[in-house]
T-cell receptor, first 114, second 110 residues
């Protein structure tokens, strides 16, 4: 079985500050890990994914995430928050289950203060 | 046109009514999925389909049914809607290029 835990359902940062969204996973097999973003009234958009290549993954909009096997973590970061980053972010894991379905974390809503 | 299209975008229905949510995709993907999103719970899998003849229950299939009418079409039905089925529903398809999600259907059961 696989699962994802996102610490902090709401995170608030000031514009220009560091963004750190936490994700821990459990998986019985080497996982594929994903971060998705959901803007208001929209579907999910892929930010980045880890597929067992480089442990530091760069995504769109200046986001990146680092896979740390020893900590079973895949935290999402961005050096400087922008107002347009305000959205909900989901971490997901895809293991070796039948059909390779995604299992999602509970989501983190990011608020950016001016 | 969107790669994955869901209709309707919003729907309010009464308890006990039957309702169908529709999904179509132009990605040419074989695999399609229905998820529901609830605050704090993320997205949970309701049903998934590997192809037209293969349909499987997901984590929370009770109270739902699906139909895969064609490779491109996958509909979700609530036979007798209840208020705790109020949620945001997402359809997705997947292939070698990854997952593509629709924009969601916001369903309210009153």
């Amino acid at each position: 079985a696989q699962s994802v835990t996102q610490l902090g359902s709401h995170v608030s940062v000031s514009e220009g500050a560091l963004v750190l969204l936490r994700c821990n996973y459990s998986s019985s097999v080497p996982p594929y890990l994903f971060w998705y973003v959901q803007y208001p009234n929209q579907g999910l958009q892929l930010l980045l994914k880890y597929t067992s290549a480089a442990t530091l993954v760069k995504g769109i909009n200046g986001f990146e995430a680092e896979f740390k096997k020893s900590e079973t973590s895949f935290h999402l970061t961005k050096p400087s928050a922008h107002m347009s980053d305000a959205a909900e972010y989901f971490c997901a894991v895809r293991g070796n289950n039948a059909g390779n379905m995604l299992t999602f974390g509970g989501g983190t809503r990011l608020m950016v203060k001016p | 046109d969107a790669d994955v299209t869901q209709t309707p975008r919003n729907r309010i229905t009464k308890t006990g009514k039957r309702i169908m949510l529709e999904c179509s995709q132009t990605k040419g993907h074989d695999r399609m999925y229905w998820y529901r999103q609830d605050p704090g719970l993320g997205l949970r899998l309701i049903y998934y389909s590997f192809d037209v003849k293969d349909i499987n229950k997901g984590e929370i299939s009770d109270g739902y049914s699906v139909s895969r009418q064609a490779q491109a079409k996958f509909s979700l039905s609530l036979e007798s809607a209840i208020p705790n089925q109020t949620a945001l529903y997402f359809c997705a398809s997947s292939g070698v290029d990854g997952y593509t999600f629709g924009s969601g259907t916001r369903l309210t059961v009153v």
